[in-house]
């Protein structure tokens, strides 16, 4: 079952969502020692970003920083979800850099992919048991678009179908620019221990009742494994007619 919260307005959203994240990484360290945490670009994250570097430096200690997809750009370019990133929490946050893993936009979509998919079963533990395998992240953040895409999974795109033993997958043909990114398959998606997603505005209402009513390759979102999700958007976005 999907857990929905609204909060009055996106800033209350951020805040809500920085503290949501503390404590699951806090859990995360006490049940495991290490925290994976996974997070998405797009407007909506940002001050949720911002908000968490300002957590108590004890809260970010052994946190692995992954990142759920990425445009096929240089790091220090507008479009990267990286310098969203850095110019937010890594700015203030005292994260060790070799905690830091980057998807590398600049090699291109396939050998990005390949090299993230290398790092991700290198580093973060499978889901168990599991035949397929797959890396189990701790928590991912997720913004929604307002055709109901995750990540730089996109309604009806092949990447859907890619398979449960699929990590890391390019795509070429964003019908967003630019149109060659990386991302984390369905697969590594549903198989994490939490999926956060945050959505503001009215733009992203329709999305929202989407993603909650039946699941569709039309609407990436609902395809989500719903036990494992979080919901918190702000009253603009929440569903019609859910309690305000």
Same mark, same amino acid.
């Given at each position: ?8 307005? *996106?800033?209350? =959203?951020?805040?809500?969502? /920085? ?8 859990? /995360?360290?006490?049940? $495991?020692?290490?925290?994976?945490? *996974? ?7 940002? !001050? &949720? ?5 300002? @957590?108590?430096? +004890? +809260? ?30 890594? @700015? ?14 600049? @090699?291109?979509?396939?050998?990005? *992919?390949? !090299? ?42 092949? &990447?859907?179908? #890619?398979?449960?033993? #699929? ?19 369905? @697969?590594?998606?549903? *198989?994490? $221990? ?7 505005? &009215?733009?992203? #209402?329709? #999305? ?8 569709? $390759? ?6 989500? $494994? ?6 918190? =958007? ?11």
């Amino acid at each position: 079952m999907t857990r929905l919260t609204t909060c009055p307005d *996106a800033e209350s =959203v951020a805040q809500r969502a /920085a503290a949501h994240i503390v404590r699951q990484l806090r859990q /995360a360290k006490e049940q $495991r020692g290490v925290a994976h945490l *996974a997070l998405s670009g797009g407007t909506t994250p940002g !001050r &949720t970003y911002e908000l968490l570097g300002g @957590a108590e430096p +004890d +809260d970010l200690v052994d946190v692995e920083l992954w990142f759920a997809d990425e445009r096929c750009v240089p790091p220090q370019d507008d479009d990267s979800n990286y310098l969203l990133v850095a110019q937010t929490l890594l @700015a203030s946050a005292k994260i060790a850099p070799e905690r830091v893993h980057r998807m590398e936009g600049e @090699a291109g979509p396939y050998e990005g *992919a390949r !090299r993230y998919a290398e790092a991700l079963v290198q580093h973060v533990p499978a889901e168990s048991p599991s035949p397929a395998s797959l890396p189990m992240l701790d928590l991912i953040v997720l913004g929604i678009g307002p055709d109901g895409h995750v990540a730089s999974l996109f309604p009806g795109a092949a &990447t859907l179908d #890619a398979g449960e033993d #699929a990590i890391c997958l390019g795509v070429e043909d964003s019908p967003k620019p630019p149109p060659q990114r990386i991302t984390l398959s369905l @697969a590594v998606l549903r *198989a994490a $221990r939490e999926c956060l997603l945050l959505a503001t505005d &009215t733009s992203k #209402a329709d #999305a929202i009742s989407a993603m909650l009513g039946e699941p569709s $390759r039309h609407v990436p979102a609902s395809l989500l $494994r719903r036990e494992r999700l979080t919901v918190i =958007v702000d009253d603009a976005a929440a569903p019609e007619g859910f309690p305000r």
